[in-house]
């Protein structure tokens, strides 16, 4: 691997260490799922994809969560990593990797179990749940601490988000429950655990603090 890329990347992980677990998981299950037999609902299944009637009948709860880390198509876990590279990095760099980590699962979480309760007979995969609820939350931080985004991305997030809203009513097969169900939460979340400042400023300082007892060693 050419040496800047092998540097964008320990940036990357040093500033989004959890996103870029999350990319690393979701990435590892496509290929997992390459290999025990593609794209097709038996796999899925076999591999963790959320049907309601196995946790309602059957316990098996782990689906509410193994499901965010499946997809059905390369593309569609493409479009995903994309989403979460950019907007899950970004959010992670504000509001801290602990506050991201929890907001991710539990819009996850709550992206299965609106699909459990409004759609008890279809099979669901995919992060996008976990990825609205990134966008709810960033949609609440574009209002409640404006001063923390150029007024530029405030106009893009929420452009973004009324054109994934119109894009998860209008283009088939999309689990519209999953997708609200995910950004209600995020939304919530949001309102209770916004942190004082953006955590990338205590993350720098940390790092240069670092660096300061280094010298002087």
Do not use: C
Not at 144 to 172: C, D, G, H, M
């Amino acid at each position: 691997m050419p040496t800047n890329y092998k540097k964008l990347l320990k940036t990357y992980f040093i500033f989004q260490p959890a996103t870029m677990v999350f990319l690393i998981l979701n990435i590892l299950m496509m290929f997992v799922t390459l290999f025990m037999g593609g794209f097709n609902v038996e796999s899925l299944l076999n591999l963790g994809a959320l049907y309601p009637p196995f946790v309602t009948e059957s316990g098996e709860y782990y689906r509410l969560i193994t499901t965010a880390f499946l997809h059905g198509s390369i593309l569609h876990a493409l479009f995903n990593m994309i989403a979460l590279f950019y907007l899950g990095g970004h959010l992670e760099r504000l509001i801290g990797s602990l506050r991201y980590t929890l907001l991710y699962l539990l819009s996850a979480f709550g992206s299965s179990i609106a699909v459990v309760l409004l759609k008890p007979n279809s099979v669901t995969i995919g992060a996008s749940g976990a990825i609205y609820g990134i966008i709810g939350a960033l949609l609440v931080l574009t209002f409640t601490r404006k001063e923390w985004f150029y007024s530029q991305a405030i106009r893009s997030i929420r452009n973004l988000i009324i054109i994934n809203i119109a894009f998860t009513f209008l283009v088939p097969s999309i689990s519209i429950e999953g997708h609200l169900g995910g950004f209600i939460i995020g939304f919530i979340f949001m309102q209770f655990m916004t942190p004082y400042e953006p955590q990338i400023q205590k993350k720098l300082e940390k790092i240069e603090k670092d660096r300061q007892d280094i010298w002087i060693n």
